[in-house]
């Protein structure tokens, strides 16, 4: 079955630790994008990324890292630097054609100890 | 303002009934316009895209009036499974497929 994979489901980080999160596609979308969702927000874009090996700042890239090395894989890093890492993430992909929708993983949940 | 605005909710509505409710949106170069639907702590999915003519898919029609700025989600015979947050989706008209989300509308379907 074609889709998304996000992982870990949870995620907890300690003080100044980095962590990285998955995100794997097999659906040959070009273009992939990480979200970071805050109890009773809206999304707000982190990164994405149009092709493989180039990558653009979100709304809200500050404190936060990415890759795109293959075309399936874009793993999110929430460094030390994000002071308010505890949220809701989720990575989605579409074909890299303006007017199309995107489709979500079913995202992880990153909590501080 | 916002990019995209909704009426936080909860729109309460009885099974059976017919319940409707707007989004509006700032950016007159939007091109694609979508309505998403997320249940409690999942991710968001695809309920509709939403075309300039207006559509329909089962249930649920959806509505676009560019000269307003506005969409619309028109959901008739509501079921209990129908309980969720609709979330309403605008392109920004730049290059590439970014997207914005409103905040959400929360719809409550009671027996």
Known sequence: ?113 | RKEVEQDPGPFNVPEGATVAFNCTYSNSASQSFFWYRQDCRKEPKLLMSVYSSGNEDGRFTAQLNRASQYISLLIRDSKLSDSATYLCVVNRGAAGNKLTFGGGTRVLVKP
């Not at chain 1, 889709?3 to 003080?15: C, H, N, V």
């Not at chain 1, 962590?19 to 040959?28: A, D």
């Not at chain 1, 090996?53 to 929430?78: C, H, M, W």
């Not at chain 1, 054609?97 to 992880?108: A, S």
Request: hydrophobic share 30%; charged share 20%.
């Open chain 1, 1 to 113: 079955d074609g889709g998304i994979t996000q992982s870990p489901k949870y995620l907890f980080r300690k003080e100044g630790q980095n962590v990285t999160l998955s995100c794997e596609q097999n659906l040959n979308h070009d273009a992939m994008y990480w979200y970071r969702q805050d109890p009773g927000q809206g999304l707000r874009l982190i990164y994405y990324s149009q092709i493989v090996n180039d990558f653009q700042k979100g709304d809200i890239a500050e404190g936060y890292s990415v890759s795109r090395e293959k075309k399936e894989s874009f793993p999110l890093t929430v460094t030390s630097a994000q002071k308010n890492p505890t949220a809701f993430y989720l990575c989605a992909s579409s074909m890299d054609t303006r007017n199309q929708p995107q489709l979500f993983g079913d995202g992880t949940r990153l909590s501080i100890l």
